[in-house]
């Protein structure tokens, strides 16, 4: 089904977060199209594709989804950005769509370190993060999302098996009520972030169930073992190996 843009707007309630929204039928990538097109410059803007030809995912994999029935999009924030605050962007948005997806369909949604959103240990969305860099300062934020929506199977072979909301909740779903939500939960995440960021890490916190538990980290080069046992404030990683504690800055995570 085609993506009413009118439904959509009438359930947004931000500022400036999808304020401006280009709807497009086909892309190689909402995240590539975003962060290198000179025409797309407002902050907020949100893009959303029926159809991603390179869809990206981390660590260079590619983002699979079918055409029409999922959410794949990504969201241009323009200013000037302190390196260390980007983890807490990563942290709000798994957040905001967790809480969108609680609150639409009543399911139990974990987050997992760094960004991924799962429902019973399965993927239902994944984040990806992008920026650019002038005079060593960040001054673009691409955030790239794919929400499993409507996709009623996955084949394939995948690290985290995949789901969609539709699998979980036994019925299809509204995608423009959810994009509004997201939105609207991402923008009151980030104006909360300014001032309590203790806040969004504390309702990241409750919602991942790997904390205190036994992980196997495994970054470019090396894979760690430790326990995982919180994140600190500005949302990296505190793994602790015996009597030391490391910070984790990334790294793919499995309960071993
Ligand atoms: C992950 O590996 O979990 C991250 C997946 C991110 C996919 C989204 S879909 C919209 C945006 N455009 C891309 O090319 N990738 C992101």
């Not at 199209?33 to 000179?38: E, I, R, V, Y």
């Not at 602790?240 to 990334?250: A, M, V």
């Amino acid at each position: 089904m085609l993506f009413n843009i009118e439904e959509f707007d009438i359930k947004l309630d931000t500022e400036f977060i999808g304020r401006n929204f280009i709807y497009c039928d086909e892309v190689e990538s909402t995240n590539e199209l975003l962060l290198n097109s000179k025409d797309f410059n407002q902050n907020g803007t949100v893009l959303l594709a029926e159809h991603q030809s390179k869809g990206k995912g981390r660590k260079d994999k590619v983002w699979i989804s079918s055409s029409g029935q999922n959410l794949t999009f990504s969201v241009l924030l323009k200013g000037e950005f302190k390196s260390r605050k980007i983890n807490l962007i990563n942290l709000g948005t798994s957040l905001a769509i967790a809480q969108a997806i609680e609150n639409l369909c009543q399911l139990n949604v974990e987050l997992k370190w760094p960004n991924d959103v799962l429902i019973d240990k399965k993927k239902i969305a994944g984040i990806l993060l992008e920026s650019t860099s002038k005079n060593n300062k960040v001054n673009k934020i691409v955030i790239g999302i794919g929400i499993n929506v409507n996709q009623p199977n996955f084949p394939g072979k995948f690290d985290i098996p995949p789901t969609s909301i539709r699998k979980e909740f036994h019925s299809l779903v509204n995608r423009e009520r959810l994009l509004s939500e997201v939105l609207n939960n991402l923008e009151q995440n980030f104006e909360t972030a300014k001032e309590q960021s203790d806040k969004i890490m504390n309702d990241w916190r409750s919602r991942c169930k790997m904390i205190g538990e036994k992980v196997k980290i495994i970054d470019d080069e090396r894979t760690k073992f430790g326990i995982f046992e919180d994140i600190d404030d500005e949302g990296f990683m505190i793994l602790r190996q015996g009597d030391f504690s490391e910070k984790i800055h990334y790294g793919d995570v499995n309960v071993r």
